[in-house]
């Protein structure tokens, strides 16, 4: 199996289920509370180990209540947790989520010690960008260590993967060579500038992001799927049908999932449908770390 390195945001998650989610200026009273594990980045770390891949995870927590118990809580998910730094300075990062009845959500971020990560923390762990065969990052952590790490795992010839989550412009130079990208319908607009509304547009969005030389274009869809578009074709993949109680984390989900199936040597579609199962599974349960499915869920 093909090992996986996964750079990004370590979150604790405030959760309240709501009937709706609040206008500007309303206040109304929520239902359940609860405290989960998040952040984009180990989400997908958690999800890609519980599925069954050889991971490692690079991030920077807080020297705090919740930094400790992030860590405490990584030690039991398998995965290689030895570059992950303890910040003094700045606080763990926590994420202040409402999710409504019909399982959409409301998420405003405090990065904290995210913002911290740094190139240095990059080049500490040259070791594992050297073993690694994919890399996958998402946007909750500083632009020039996301930059510096995709140039290091291109300088190796390491299949570099972007999540471009939450939506950010990105470099020309930072998009050349990317192995894979994966925006949702919003962050697709962002990077292309085309509003993606039937097929035709999902095929313009996609060769624009080619041109820019990214080698192949998965983006989301929801409910309807998503679209692959490699150098031989394109397609649409449709995904499972399911009643959603909470969508927090199902994009990380697939995302990780993504990155096992490929890792497995399955091709790009077929990834894609591993990942659509995966996430499926996940929002019907609540909260973003404990949604995602162990390897035998998917299996059975």
Same mark, same amino acid.
Do not use: W
């Given at each position: 199996m093909s090992k996986i390195l996964i750079i990004g945001s370590s979150n604790t998650d405030?959760?309240?289920?709501?009937?709706?989610?609040?206008?500007?200026?309303?206040?109304i009273l929520?239902? &359940?509370? !609860? %405290?989960?594990?998040?952040?984009?980045?180990?989400?997908? $770390?958690? @999800?890609?180990?519980?599925?069954?891949?050889?991971?490692?995870? %690079?991030?920077?927590?807080? &020297?705090?209540?919740?930094?400790?118990?992030?860590?405490?809580?990584?030690?039991?998910? &398998? !995965?290689? %947790?030895?570059?992950?730094?303890?910040?003094? @300075? $700045?606080?763990?990062?926590?994420?202040?989520?409402?999710v409504a009845a019909d399982g959409e959500n409301c998420i405003v971020v405090a990065p904290g010690a995210n913002s911290a990560l740094s190139t240095a923390d990059i080049d500490a762990a040259d070791a594992l960008f050297r073993e690694a065969d994919y890399i996958l !990052?998402?946007?909750? %952590?500083p632009m020039p260590v996301i930059e510096h790490a995709a140039a290091l795992g291109k300088k190796y010839g390491k299949k570099v993967i972007i999540n471009p989550a939450p939506a950010a412009p990105l470099s020309? *130079?930072?998009?050349?060579?990317l192995y894979l990208i994966t925006p949702n319908k919003t962050e697709c607009r962002?990077?292309?500038?085309?509003?993606?509304?039937?097929?035709?547009?999902?095929?313009?969005? $996609?060769?624009?992001?080619?041109?820019?030389?990214? *080698? &192949?274009?998965?983006?989301?869809?929801? #409910?309807?799927?998503?679209?692959v578009r490699t150098p031989s074709g394109s397609s649409v993949v449709p995904t499972m049908k399911v009643k959603?109680?909470?969508?927090?984390? @199902?994009?990380?989900?697939?995302?990780?999932?993504?990155?096992? $199936?490929? #890792?497995?040597?399955?091709?790009?579609?077929? @990834?894609v449908s591993f990942a659509s199962k995966a996430a499926a599974i996940s929002v019907t349960r609540m909260g973003a770390q404990p949604s995602i499915p162990f390897r035998k869920e998917m299996d059975n």
């Open positions: 405030l959760v309240v289920k709501t009937s709706h989610i609040p206008e500007p200026g309303e206040t929520g239902d &359940n509370f !609860m %405290i989960a594990a998040g952040g984009k980045g180990a989400n997908q $770390a958690v @999800a890609a180990s519980r599925l069954g891949g050889d991971v490692a995870f %690079i991030a920077c927590v807080g &020297n705090d209540m919740f930094g400790r118990q992030t860590l405490e809580n990584y030690k039991k998910e &398998n !995965m290689d %947790i030895s570059h992950i730094r303890t910040d003094n @300075a $700045a606080p763990s990062g926590v994420a202040l989520i409402s !990052m998402q946007l909750e %952590i020309d *130079e930072l998009l050349k060579g962002q990077l292309t500038g085309i509003e993606v509304a039937d097929d035709a547009d999902l095929d313009k969005a $996609a060769a624009v992001l080619m041109a820019k030389g990214v *080698e &192949n274009v998965v983006i989301t869809l929801g #409910s309807k799927g998503s679209y959603a109680a909470d969508t927090t984390g @199902a994009g990380d989900t697939y995302n990780g999932a993504l990155l096992v $199936a490929l #890792s497995e040597g399955q091709p790009l579609e077929k @990834a």
